[in-house]
């Protein structure tokens, strides 16, 4: 692929091409490909580093930058050139969340019914064996595991608003074009999510300087 | 006293308040020790979170993205605008669907009612029986293989062994 990229040089910001007949309409179809994946290439740290915060592992995140990433290359003709791809991404992106939250919460549904993990403790059935993966395993070791963990007990709503704001530094603005909802709403989804992860990770929060 | 100001800490701390309600915020959190502290710990909260180290998308994950949209492209240049896939999903696909269900739920037993699926066995045609002996055993009359063949398979009489 960054063969193919580099030989037809920087491609962000040219017009998506419309469509042609024939040959042409092949040219201009691999053409568009290739655009699309330099903007995927270039993006793909963000684009994954929102999948798994608000996913919470490895197997869901990719399945979301993949699910986001294909149904923005069916949305690419309506992609503006010259604006930003990331946040046309998250916007796209936190629509395809809401149907994965569905999705995992008829899941979880199912896995309530099986057997619980070995200590009984539900939050292990509804995480699922992450003893299996020893790279899940290290990480719930560690501070990012338990943040992570306070994250994903979040309402979804809540989450998408903090990840946006406070791990991508994304304006109220922004994080309500992404979401599509009122700056209002974001203020106070924003404000009751960092309550709430306040609340779970009061241990963590250790020294707290005042700085005004 | 004026009241506590807990829902606008996160937007004085955002930057994304006016100037008099900055004001406000600033006087409040001079004389109030309860709102000061759960801004300090809002604060906390915001630290811990940019902190966060970056995840590692797993190995071949571009290839993988690569690969689905080879055949996201392959599968919109399949169907072009107008072509026999993009007429048919204009179709009430449901009731297609749900015909094409009632005509096997329904058709099945009928079927086997009416003895579409019976063996249709054609009546036995003597005559045919016998010219064809007659034509075996016009040259070999004492080996009787045209008739040793017609009773062991039609009557499940044990065959005759046959001497040559």
Same mark, same amino acid.
């Given at each position: 692929?960054?063969?193919?990229?580099?030989?037809?040089?920087?491609?962000?910001?040219?017009?998506?091409?419309?469509?042609?007949?024939?040959?042409?309409?092949?040219?201009?179809?691999?053409?568009r490909?290739?655009?699309?994946?330099?903007?995927?290439?270039?993006?793909?740290?963000?684009?994954?580093?929102?999948?798994?915060?608000?996913?919470?592992?490895?197997?869901?995140?990719?399945?979301?930058?993949?699910?986001?990433?294909?149904?923005?290359?069916?949305?690419?003709?309506?992609?503006?050139?010259?604006?930003?791809?990331?946040?046309?991404?998250?916007?796209?992106?936190?629509?395809?969340?809401?149907?994965?939250?569905?999705?995992?919460?008829?899941?979880?549904?199912?896995?309530?019914?099986?057997?619980?993990g070995?200590?009984?403790?539900?939050?292990?059935?509804?995480?699922?064996?992450?003893?299996?993966?020893?790279?899940?395993?290290?990480?719930?070791?560690?501070?990012?595991g *338990? $943040?992570?963990?306070? +994250?994903d !007990?979040?309402?979804?709503?809540? @989450?998408? &608003?903090?990840?946006?704001?406070?791990? =991508?530094?994304?304006?109220?603005?922004?994080?309500?074009?992404?979401?599509a909802?009122?700056?209002? *709403? $974001?203020?106070?989804? +924003?404000? !009751?999510?960092?309550?709430?992860? @306040?609340? &779970?990770l009061?241990p963590?929060?250790? =020294?707290?300087?005042?700085?005004r | 006293?004026?009241?506590?100001?807990?829902?606008?800490?996160?937007?004085?701390?955002?930057?994304?308040?006016?100037?008099?309600?900055?004001?406000?915020?600033?006087?409040?959190?001079?004389?109030?020790?309860?709102?000061?502290?759960?801004?300090?710990?809002?604060?906390?909260?915001?630290?811990?979170?940019?902190?966060?180290p970056?995840?590692?998308?797993?190995?071949?994950?571009?290839?993988?993205?690569?690969?689905?949209?080879?055949?996201?492209?392959?599968?919109?240049?399949?169907?072009?605008?107008?072509?026999?896939?993009?007429?048919?999903?204009?179709?009430p696909?449901?009731?297609v669907?749900?015909?094409?269900?009632?005509?096997?739920?329904?058709?099945?037993?009928?079927?086997?009612?009416t003895?579409?699926?019976?063996?249709?066995?054609?009546?036995?045609?003597?005559?045919?029986?016998?010219?064809?002996?007659?034509?075996?055993?016009?040259?070999?009359?004492?080996?009787?293989?045209?008739?040793?063949?017609?009773?062991?398979?039609?009557?499940?009489?044990?065959?005759?062994?046959?001497?040559?």
């Open positions: 692929m960054v063969e193919a990229v580099s030989a037809l040089g920087s491609l962000e910001g040219v017009i998506p091409p419309t469509e042609g007949h024939g040959a042409e309409a092949g040219e201009s179809a691999a053409h490909l290739a655009a699309f994946e330099e903007l995927v290439e270039r993006h793909q740290r963000q684009i994954y580093r929102i999948a798994f915060r608000l996913t919470g592992n490895h197997d869901d995140a990719e399945d979301l930058a993949q699910e986001a990433i294909v149904e923005a290359f069916r949305a690419f003709d309506r992609y503006q050139p010259g604006t930003y791809f990331d946040r046309w991404l998250y916007r796209i992106m936190s629509r395809t969340h809401i149907d994965f939250v569905r999705r995992r919460n008829r899941r979880v549904v199912v896995s309530l019914d099986a057997p619980v070995a200590e009984g403790d539900p939050l292990v059935t509804l995480l699922g064996d992450a003893r299996e993966d020893p790279q899940q395993l290290t990480e719930a070791a560690d501070l990012d *338990t $943040v992570q963990a306070a +994250l !007990r979040l309402p979804h709503e809540f @989450r998408e &608003a903090v990840v946006l704001a406070d791990i =991508e530094g994304l304006s109220y603005d922004e994080v309500a074009a992404a979401l909802c009122p700056v209002g *709403t $974001v203020r106070s989804r +924003l404000h !009751r999510a960092r309550q709430m992860l @306040r609340d &779970a009061r963590q929060l250790g =020294e707290r300087g005042e700085e | 006293m004026t009241p506590h100001i807990s829902d606008r800490l996160s937007a004085y701390m955002d930057g994304a308040l006016g100037v008099r309600e900055i004001e406000r915020v600033k006087a409040h959190l001079d004389i109030c020790p309860s709102c000061l502290r759960e801004y300090g710990e809002l604060q906390a909260v915001q630290r811990l979170l940019r902190r966060l970056d995840p590692e998308p797993r190995a071949g994950f571009l290839e993988r993205v690569h690969w689905q949209l080879q055949r996201e492209a392959g599968r919109s240049a399949a169907a072009p605008a107008g072509g026999f896939l993009r007429r048919i999903s204009f179709t696909l449901r009731l669907l749900a015909g094409a269900a009632l005509v096997l739920v329904l058709g099945v037993p009928v079927a086997w009612m003895g579409l699926f019976a063996a249709h066995e054609a009546p036995l045609d003597t005559d045919a029986y016998f010219r064809n002996y007659l034509a075996l055993s016009a040259d070999r009359a004492l080996v009787d293989e045209a008739t040793s063949t017609f009773v062991s398979s039609d009557l499940s009489y044990p065959e005759q062994p046959t001497t040559r």
